[in-house]
């Protein structure tokens, strides 16, 4: 698991709701909800955080 400085996490906001993420796992997590009332889980790939969510990145 990538650990994500806490400089770069200081730094970075959620594309949606505009809040702090949080590390949790092998994902950032929004701390505010979303549009559909949870918070907005992002992947992290080999260290590289993919600001996009699920159903926005093809394969």
């Known amino acids: 698991m990538a650990k994500i400085s806490e400089n770069l ?5 959620c594309p949606v709701t505009g ?3 949080v590390q949790d796992g092998e994902a950032l997590v929004s701390m505010d ?3 559909d009332g949870g918070p907005l ?4 790939d080999e260290g590289i ?4 969510r699920p159903e926005q990145i093809t394969g």
Do not use: C, K, Q
Request: cysteine-free; proline content about 5%; charged content about 15%.
């Open 9 to 13: 996490l200081a730094v970075l906001r």
């Open 19 to 21: 809040s702090r993420l």
């Open 33 to 35: 909800a979303g549009p």
């Open 41 to 44: 889980r992002y992947a992290v």
């Open 49 to 52: 955080v993919l600001l996009l």
